[in-house]
């Protein structure tokens, strides 16, 4: 079945495996707009993402060779999150064969199976658990008839174990996988149904912490990430940007850039002005001599966005109602409150890049992304030709976090090469990262509810406005549809059993660019809701962890959502005395099915929170491998911490001020705390893991801070004083 076999004929088209969103609108519309509005926010907030569908072809997915190696390509990328190592599991355990003799590779856009979703919203294993599994006892069961015919036995007297098929009661009678590709002559039938799968049971790989598959490669050097990728004779472009957020190229002329040390190109289309030259020194060095006219762009400062990204009263959308919320805030005991989040880059260590080149008969693009199908439509679009003859090759990224959905290197890049006839590698720098990408989009949360006489909560209102998210990705009359970008809104609604409430959405449209950010919305909407049920605890004169399980729905989301609380709970010691100085706090949230509960310990040294230990409890449903998962954990934990101590873009006179990490501080090694693990999950399917765990990790420092200090701290970063 490698390329080196003679070929072999498949009856399914090649490529007919589409992952596709599927969402209809005609039916639904006649629901109604507010209530299509509700359902959508529903079903994104809850993550009832469809899954994917289409006939399975394995030729598309494996490749088996005479010495017994398979190769899989996976169309979701691998971004340090370890999904390579858990999908390979999942294939696997399927096809019956053994662990190293797996390979893992990237698929591009003309070899392996297509990808119409990219690798996002923690769905990348939810989405091919099933469909990955079908493929590979697919192909398991085509390998078991041929092996039958090469052995003249029934194909059902057959045993699959280990990449070998033996024969039941005469297991000296076998054949190895490779084997029986080698032998075969004709053509491979692929059964019209998929075969049956394993029952949970009888899982050996999936469940186990088995050893990551792109580990050694990594910790040997071989990957070659986008922004190291070269090709003989290429050249380094760079391009002029705009100086001011929102300025656009008025006219541009080449002055004396060509004649600069190194320049073999200068290119100005329209609103495009760039240099290729033999060195990427070189190639910004004569930027300089571009003559260059701008428009003037927007004087913003810091203290507009805040004021544009500001609650007003009763207006947006609502995207959670039920029973009576605004007739009961006013009954009771009311409280009410305000938290802001501010905009945050995404800050990942390799920046954009891309190398492209353009021949007569085909495009190849080396690009770190997270939609290698979107960026090969959008090159090819750039370059006026046809989708087929471009073709994307994935590398590994050195960090996403929702940020490698930029084409814009890729275009840059492919519109250098096709003016030079020679490879062009465009890689932005750190300040360019910075000022000139799109970002996590500033929040205003305005929440009120009322105590009933016994404590609990009667009832309860979010009102939330923020920059675009997903807005920023699908049409403008899409967005009129939907009216909330429920990007933003994702972890919003208020997951509580209460019996009125009530949760709106506001878009701000802002002259800076915002976008995905790892967990969306999922960070600033969960700091608001769980540090006001902080709140509403201590109004309450009750233990926060009490109150919250007080107000648990008593169903079975209910009962998950007792476990992962008590979970953490109990391996924080919470209910215990703190050490010294420090102070506990607790949140929780849902996000993608997946439950999160989790405890910050803190302590305040010199006005600065200082976390000095995390401890997590996540239910995701079955977990395919424990130590991937808790990596999963531990690495959104601290981006989360970093996020909730550190991190701030703010913009003075129209431009991004921080231009590099001296400006943009993260959190450091020597800042981290202990990070612990509970993972309770169960089932047998499993749930997203990669965003979850950031949901309630800033709430629940801040909810410690509180303890701690008695001061409610609203905004992030988090400042005493």
Known sequence: ?????????????????????????????????????????????????????????????????????VRLHLPKVEMGQGVHTALAQIAAEELEVPWEQLEVVHASTSR?????????????????????????????????????RQLSVPAASLVAAAGTFSVRDQPERKLRYGEVVAKHTGTWEVPEQAPALKPAKDFQLIGQSM??????????????????????????????????????????????APQQPGVVAVVVEGDFAAVAAESRAQAYAALAHLELEWSEGESLQQADIEALTTVKEGEGVIVQDEGDAPAHLGRGKPLSAEYRTPIAAHAHLEPQAALVEVKPERVRVWMATQVPGSIRKQVAKALDREEESVELL????????????????????????????????????????????????????????????????????????????????????????????????????????????????????????????????????????????????????????????????????????RKVLEAAAS???????????????????????????????????????????????????????????????????????????SERITVKQGQVEAENFHDYPLLTMADAPDVETVLVGEGDTPHGMGEPPMGPVAAAVANAVFTLTGKRLRSLPLRLG
């Open 112 to 148: 392996g199976p297509v990808d119409s979703q990219g690798t996002s919203g923690s769905q990348t294993v939810v989405g091919l658990f099933t469909p990955l599994r079908e493929v590979a006892a697919t192909l398991r069961e085509m390998l078991r008839a041929e092996a039958a």
């Open 211 to 256: 050893p990551r598959v792109d580990m050694e490669a990594k910790l040997t050097g071989q990957p070659v990430y986008a922004y190291d990728q070269r090709l003989p004779g290429m050249l380094y472009g760079a391009v002029a940007r705009p100086p001011r957020l929102g300025s656009t190229l008025r006219s541009a002329r080449e002055g004396q």
């Open 571 to 645: 391996r924080a010691g919470w209910g215990t005395a703190a050490p010294e100085g420090r102070a506990r706090g607790i949140a929780c949230s849902m996000d993608v099915k997946t439950l999160v509960a989790q405890v910050a310990e803190v302590s305040v040294e010199g006005g600065r929170v200082r976390v000095h230990r995390f401890t997590s409890a996540v239910d995701c449903g079955l977990v395919i491998n424990p130590d991937g998962a808790m990596a999963q954990v531990e690495g959104a934990v601290m981006m989360g911490l970093s996020s909730t101590l």
């Open 394 to 561: 994935p590398t590994y990224l050195g960090g996403g976090f929702g940020r490698r959905l930029d084409a814009r290197p890729a275009i840059e890049a492919a519109r250098l090469s096709r003016a030079t006839g020679r490879p062009v590698h465009v890689g932005w720098n750190r300040t360019e990262e910075f000022r000139q990408g799109f970002f996590r989009p500033p929040t205003h949360h305005q929440l009120r509810a009322s105590l009933d006489e016994s404590g609990r909560v009667l009832a309860f209102e979010h009102q939330q406005a923020s920059g675009d998210v997903i807005f920023s990705l699908i049409p403008e009359v899409a967005a009129a549809v939907l009216g909330a970008d429920l990007g933003a809104w994702r972890g919003g609604s208020i997951r509580y059993a209460v019996a009125h409430r009530q949760a709106r959405a506001q878009r701000v449209k802002l002259p800076v660019p915002t976008g995905t950010w790892r967990g969306l919305g999922l960070l600033a909407n969960t700091f608001a809701l769980e540090s006001f049920m902080d709140e509403l605890a201590h109004a309450a004169g009750e233990d926060p962890l009490a109150f919250r399980l007080k107000h648990l729905p008593e169903d079975e989301l209910g009962r998950r959502w």
């Open 1 to 69: 079945m490698s390329d080196s076999l003679p070929k072999k004929g498949w009856r399914p088209t090649r490529r007919q495996f589409l992952l596709g969103l599927g969402v209809g609108g005609t039916g639904a519309v006649a629901l109604g707009l507010p209530a299509l509005r509700l359902g959508v926010a529903e079903w994104f907030d809850k993550g009832d993402m469809p899954t994917p569908k289409g006939k399975l072809d394995p030729t598309v997915w494996f490749e088996l060779f005479p010495d017994d190696r």
